[in-house]
């Protein structure tokens, strides 16, 4: 599904991703559609613009994920602010890549986006880790020996999933085969009691890990 208020680069956007093979299950300029045709609509992916004349983009991802647990949202936007992208990341956006990305890059995404993997334009990964590192306080008097024990293999794989790379990047920086990355993600989610990589990212950028 592609959300976006203005009409030619959503149509555009469109285009391109049924000429690529994706089926576009619904177009929308406003928020507050966006979120009631989901439910019929059931997209796999929606691509959203984060400025909308009804509703803010955040507001959209969270009535989205209300509605759509298992959604991935890819953001689109013109804004590559800080907090723009800090508000999305924490709102449960899969992804946030900037419209002045090429065709191929936007195919690209759309398609990491829709197997799981989290997708930024080149440099936003980076601030929204710096963000969340600075931003990170262990609880005062919280107990460290509470949090569950990764081990330092799966600690490795964590990092890179929250710099962005997929399962296949992972496997080559770490001289792994894929199903063995594969087999650490699961089991980290299964320590942390975390659903999806989605969540496992936030987690990473929450703990600081980069």
């Known amino acids: 599904m592609v959300v976006d208020d203005h009409p030619m680069w959503r149509d555009g956007v469109a285009r391109d991703l049924t000429a ?7 177009t929308t300029g406003e928020g507050q559609q966006a979120v009631r045709i989901a439910g019929a609509a059931r997209p796999d992916v929606v691509v959203l613009d984060l400025q909308l004349p009804d509703v803010s983009g955040v507001e959209v991802i969270t009535g989205l994920l209300g509605a759509l647990p298992d959604v991935r949202v890819l953001m689109l936007s013109a804004s590559g602010e800080q907090q723009s992208v800090l508000d999305a990341v924490k709102a449960g956006a899969s992804g946030y890549l900037l419209k002045s990305a090429g065709q191929a890059e936007f195919l690209d995404a759309v398609g990491r986006t829709a197997a799981g993997d989290t997708v930024f334009t080149p ?3 980076g601030l929204v880790l710096g963000e969340y590192r600075r931003l990170a306080v262990e609880p005062a008097g919280g107990d460290e020996d509470a949090a569950p024990k990764l081990t330092e293999r799966e600690t490795e794989v964590l990092r890179l ?3 962005g790379l997929s ?8 001289v792994l085969s894929h199903r063995t990355v594969q087999n650490h993600v699961q089991n980290t989610l299964g320590k942390l009691q ?3 990589r989605v969540e ?5 950028i929450e ?3 980069d």
């Open 20 to 26: 690529a093979g994706y089926d576009v299950v619904a």
């Open 123 to 125: 440099g936003l990964a």
């Open 161 to 163: 999933v929250a710099k």
């Open 167 to 174: 399962y296949r990047q992972i496997a080559e920086r770490l």
């Open 194 to 196: 975390l659903h999806n």
């Open 200 to 204: 496992l990212t936030r987690y990473a």
């Open 207 to 209: 703990k600081g890990l």
